[in-house]
């Protein structure tokens, strides 16, 4: 085994860089949002927070089960098979729509869970609508991301990227007008952040629409798109794949959206505070994110040609790639922690435990980073229903009771919730690499 790559840095770069700056522009989008809404009101971001935590599990539930192609597309793609290409492709959009409605509806339970959950009471009057707002928006992101994973997977990163941004664009203007009344707009508050956001969604699917079928480059797939078909074989194929991991993510994602409710009985202010620091722990996630899904790609186009030595390359490659970006933005990040706050309210209660939280966000950096590479190391090799067993082992019997015991029973407040995630992400990491190291055998 080799330790150092420069074949696949170049690559890895290539692919990773578009789908780090769509990431990042996605994560500034809701920083923009969450500055905004904190802007207009403290509350209001305690309320943002609280749903955006929910929400964000379903995101990436949904997220995660449309992964599941791109263990097929990318070798198909090695393979230069394009009709089939499209059957997956046609499959995935059907599956994704039936995935979303079944999340959607998990949505509208929470709706009525909402007052039975030990939220501040006056915080509830705003979670409704804005929650109401966000299920409405998700049919249109659930097609959206069976052509995202479509056009990453045959090595096209830079159209999500391009699209993204443009949504990002339109949700930022749309929520200046909408938030705080500009322009003849009413002042909506948090629920014109909503609207914002899901008019953004509504916007973005229609670009990805427009680029796929006019586009000269895609002229071959579009010929195909009249003659083949979504079948059953390929959706049972993607459920297959595409449940174990967007179980395993919705775990992970568990981990820090039920302890959002731990949070909540703390107070306003300890919910604001968790927002910041969510919002920057997403914006160093999202670097990760775009190597980690370069490497996806990397190693399903290699197994697609039976090149096991590729896999292990592209995989170390990345991981290597990802630690140097953890140490330069978590030290940014650390530096920064008695500022922060200050991007999103004046508070002072909320400015000091930001600054706390700042300590065990640096702590689980190192195995943050190993887990999100060789979790999607194992997708691209398409061996993910180990995943779930061991993402259960990490973030529901470790990292839960973990950050209850040390938040509430030991009343260390939102630090004590927050230093489970060290532990908890460290044993994902020693899972994940052993499997990996395993199925990749030479």
């Not at 008019?199 to 990805?208: E, F, H, K």
Request: charged share 10%; with cysteine.
């Amino acid at each position: 085994m080799r330790f150092f790559y420069p074949k696949e840095y170049k690559a890895l770069f290539k692919l990773g860089l578009p789908i780090t700056i769509g990431h990042v522009g996605l994560t500034f989008q809701n920083l923009a949002d969450n500055v905004m809404v904190g802007q207009h009101s403290t509350a209001e971001l305690g309320a943002v927070g609280f749903v955006n935590s929910m929400f964000v599990l379903a995101l990436l539930l949904t997220i995660g089960y449309s992964i599941g192609a791109v263990s097929q597309i990318g070798a198909l793609y090695s393979q230069g098979n394009k009709p089939r290409i499209v059957d997956v492709l046609k499959s995935s959009i059907v599956t994704n729509f039936g995935q979303g409605i079944i999340i959607c509806i998990a949505l509208v339970a929470l709706y009525f869970a909402l007052p039975y959950m030990g939220q501040p009471e006056e915080l509830l009057p705003l979670m409704r609508p804005y929650l109401v707002i966000q299920i409405l928006s998700l049919p249109f992101m659930v097609v959206n991301s069976a052509f995202k994973q479509f056009t990453d997977s045959i090595n096209d990163t830079a159209v999500a990227m391009t699209i993204t941004l443009i949504g990002n664009v339109w949700n930022i203007v749309g929520n200046w007008l909408l938030i705080f009344g500009h322009c003849g707009f009413p002042e909506m508050g948090i629920e014109g952040a909503g609207w914002a956001t899901m008019s953004s969604r509504v916007v973005i699917l229609l670009l990805t629409l427009a680029v796929f079928f006019l586009r000269p480059k895609y002229k071959e797939y579009v010929q195909l798109w009249r003659t083949r078909r979504a079948n059953a074989k390929d959706m049972l194929l993607l459920n297959r794949l595409g449940w174990p991991i967007a179980i395993q993510m919705g775990l992970e994602t568990a981990s820090f959206t039920v302890v959002t409710i731990f949070l909540g009985w703390m107070g306003t202010n300890v919910l604001a505070a968790n927002q910041v620091m969510i919002s920057m722990t997403n914006l160093i996630f999202m670097f990760f994110i775009g190597i980690s899904n370069a490497v996806t790609i990397r190693v399903s186009n290699h197994n697609g040609l039976h090149d096991m030595q590729g896999v292990r390359h592209a995989a170390f490659a990345g991981w290597q790639m990802i630690f140097v970006i953890s140490v330069v933005l978590s030290t940014i990040v650390f530096v920064l922690r008695n500022d922060i706050s200050h991007l999103f309210t004046d508070s002072a209660e909320v400015a000091a435990i930001v600054s706390t939280l700042a300590y065990p966000l640096v702590l689980y950096q190192l195995g943050d980073g190993i887990q999100c590479t060789f979790a999607n190391a194992l997708r691209g090799l398409g061996d993910v229903t180990k995943l779930m067993k061991y993402s259960f082992i990490a973030y529901i019997v470790i990292s839960l009771p973990l950050s209850y015991l040390m938040g509430v029973v030991l009343n260390w407040g939102a630090l004590g919730v927050w230093m489970a995630f060290p532990v908890s992400l460290s044993v994902a990491a020693v899972l994940y690499l052993k499997r990996f190291l395993k199925v990749s055998r030479l």
